[in-house]
């Protein structure tokens, strides 16, 4: 009767580890990636929005000094969202579930608030013919509340997840959103 019952619990258990890493809409951190595209597609958008300036008013200071301006926001956002990805995953692996969550909306706001730095920063560097309150022609795809919901969901998903596993499978899980493939790009590579 007992070896029955480990068999069941074992079963369970395996059970429990494979719907947390397959089915979890996290497992994957999809999220993060969209977020870096959507960010990282901004920088060539403002960079051609100010070189056609330039090239219109003859002036090529516009183009050199907003170039400058946009790689300082840029940097600015780089490492907050590189901090935020370390910071949840951290929230997750040190805290218990309720403490967790509280923790991953304190930085979920604060990418929040960056974002909408950086994007009030390119809207207002890319509105038409300069003038504050005119539509701009630059269409991004850039919407702070959006990503950093979106963000938000894949970390609270990844923390239920997490609850699941146990020791270094937990680690390991918590330890892709800090790999190499989810930093932004330098801004020097994307502004050529």
């Known amino acids: 009767m007992k070896r029955y019952n480990l068999l069941i619990v074992l ?23 969209e977020a870096k595209t959507k960010i990282e597609n901004t920088v060539p958008l403002v960079l051609e929005h100010l070189k056609n300036i330039a090239d219109k008013e003859g002036d090529s200071s516009i183009y050199t000094n907003g170039k400058t301006a946009l790689g300082k926001e840029y940097a600015i ?18 805290n218990s579930s309720k403490k967790a969550k509280k923790c991953m909306q ?3 706001q604060y990418l929040r608030n ?30 702070p509340s959006e990503i950093t919901k ?6 609270y998903a990844a923390s239920d997840a997490a609850q699941r596993m146990k020791g270094t499978q937990k680690k390991e899980f918590l330890d892709q959103p800090k790999s190499d493939d989810y930093k932004l790009r330098p801004y020097a590579e994307l502004a050529k």
């Open 150 to 155: 979106k963000l938000g969901d894949a970390y």
């Open 114 to 143: 960056t974002f909408i730095n950086y994007n009030n920063y390119i809207t207002y560097v890319t509105k038409k013919n300069g003038y504050i309150g005119v539509d701009s022609d630059v269409k991004k795809d850039f919407t």
């Open 11 to 33: 079963l369970l258990l395996a059970f429990n580890v494979a719907t947390a890493q397959k089915n979890s809409p996290a497992a994957d951190f999809s999220a993060i990636g």
């Open 77 to 94: 956002l780089q490492s907050e969202f590189w901090l935020y990805n370390g910071n949840m995953s951290n929230c997750i692996m040190n």
């Open 106 to 108: 304190y930085h979920t």
